[in-house]
């Protein structure tokens, strides 16, 4: 697939009457501080009819006056804190073509392809980039990037579902909610736990350094596999997975799949025995923080669960208990977490120089895995004017053991789960993602 750079251009918002000033700016969060220092790239296919560039250039610009924060740039305030700069300076605008059709062009594999779908993530001060692909037949990609520190998933998929909204000429609906001075800590505040080597570490490993020997596996070739979950399948994951739970409430499709996967990955991985491995799992704060905060809160406001085991009792016992680890351990983030981690994010970070461990540079997770979920977001809900989506799925990122889960385009309730591994392991994964233990 050869794609064809035909223009970039950077679009600012419209403003409807006169526009706001451009020298305010928006403190970034304790939330948006812990978070991924990067771009992260998705891509939607459309079939035809769909509606002209120029219809989505002047959606982009009426979403990008509600949603300002996208079209500004990082500064520093007077202290020397990162803010976002309201200066209306744009976003990235690319338009592009092929000379194929998107059928010719199917599967869109996760592979290296994808990258000529979207603009590249690196040195780029635009803190959202589009691209637009045309094929001949008609069909568009749309390769959207947005920086993490600016929002997490709830948050960006909101942004694309208004710019959806304003492209069929409708009110933007509901509105974002900006407020990032909300998660004040408290007076005093109370370290009821400790986050020193959960969200932050000693800066002295800095973001040169990986958490783990990723030398070991540098001549390992990393791909990125695709397996699809049928409704049914996951139901029979679900019922396994709580079967030993008693009277107690089943575990949640969620609980179960990642239970599974978990041991899954593992397994393919032929692992020491006696090695400790982990999964870590995004928790939205929004459901979690009394008062609760609305979905409609732009920011990021995401904190991570650790589940942890040897992986000899991993592989050695049953289901439901690596799904228990699982449910545990997201339980326990719960508005008495999110607290402490305001009040320790707001008084002992600068105090105690630390810096967030998700700063670390990583292209090997193994032993570890890594969860990053948009089931729960509406990522499909993105209409130009021609109905949703055929395609959506994250762009290519070879991870090894970063785990994305969607919901599948079929809308049936079964789940498409991306899962980057090293070459070697993907046989004997393949054997075994279907298997029920």
């Known amino acids: 697939m050869k794609v064809r750079e035909e223009s970039s251009r950077i679009i600012k918002p419209s403003y409807e009457g006169y526009p706001p000033p451009t020298t305010n700016h928006i403190p970034l969060s304790v939330f948006d501080k812990v978070t991924f220092d990067t771009h992260i790239a998705v891509i939607y296919a459309y079939r035809p009819p769909t509606p002209p560039n120029i219809t989505l250039e002047l959606g982009l610009q009426k979403a990008l006056s509600v949603y300002r924060e996208w079209a500004g740039r990082f500064g520093k305030d007077d202290n020397g804190e990162p803010v976002i700069l309201l200066n209306d300076e744009g976003v990235r605008f690319v338009e592009a073509s092929v000379d194929s059709t998107l059928n010719q062009a199917m599967p869109l594999k996760p592979s290296e392809s994808l990258l000529s779908l979207h603009p590249r993530l690196e040195g780029v001060v635009?803190?959202?980039?589009?691209?637009?692909?045309?094929?001949?037949?008609?069909?568009?990609?749309?390769?959207?990037?947005?920086?993490?520190l600016v929002a997490d998933g709830q948050s960006t998929s909101n942004f694309l579902v208004a710019w959806g909204q304003a492209c069929r000429g409708l009110e933007i609906s509901p509105l974002p909610y900006h407020d990032r001075t909300i998660f004040s800590p408290r007076d005093p505040p109370h370290f009821e736990f400790d986050h020193r080597g959960v969200e932050?570490?000693?800066?002295?490993?800095?973001?040169?350094?990986?958490?783990?020997?990723?030398?070991?596996?540098q001549d390992q070739e990393i791909v990125v596999h695709k397996v699809h979950f049928t409704l049914q399948f996951l139901s029979k994951l679900k019922a396994k997975a709580s079967s030993m739970n008693g009277s107690n409430k089943p575990y949640s499709t969620f609980e179960s799949l990642i239970a599974h996967m978990w041991r899954a990955t593992t397994k393919a991985r032929?692992?020491?025995?006696?090695?400790?491995?982990?999964?870590?799992?995004s928790v939205n704060g929004r459901t979690r923080l009394n008062p609760r905060v609305p979905?409609?809160?732009?920011?990021?406001?995401?904190?991570?669960?650790?589940?942890?085991?040897k992986v000899k009792d991993l592989l050695r016992e049953p289901l439901p208990y690596a799904a228990k680890l699982i449910h545990d351990a997201v339980e326990k983030v719960n508005n008495d977490y999110f607290k402490s981690f305001i009040d320790f994010a707001s008084y002992k970070v600068k105090e105690e120089d630390l810096s967030s461990t998700a700063d670390v540079i990583e292209s090997v997770l193994c032993p570890n895995l890594e969860v990053d979920s948009w089931l729960r977001f509406p990522f499909y809900d993105l209409d130009f004017g021609g109905g949703c989506p055929y395609i959506f799925m994250p762009a290519y990122s070879p991870i090894e053991g970063m785990l994305f889960l969607l919901p599948s385009f079929i809308g049936d309730g079964s789940i498409d789960a991306f899962i980057p591994l090293f070459r070697d392991h993907l046989a004997a994964f393949k054997q075994i993602c279907y298997s029920i233990e």
């Open 295 to 309: 979905n409609e809160y732009f920011g990021n406001l995401v904190l991570w669960a650790f589940a942890r085991t």
């Open 126 to 148: 635009e803190l959202v980039q589009v691209q637009l692909t045309r094929f001949t037949c008609g069909s568009l990609a749309v390769g959207f990037t947005a920086h993490h």
């Open 200 to 217: 932050f570490m000693k800066k002295k490993l800095d973001k040169i350094y990986p958490l783990h020997d990723d030398f070991i596996y």
């Open 270 to 281: 032929a692992l020491s025995p006696f090695e400790t491995t982990q999964v870590r799992i």
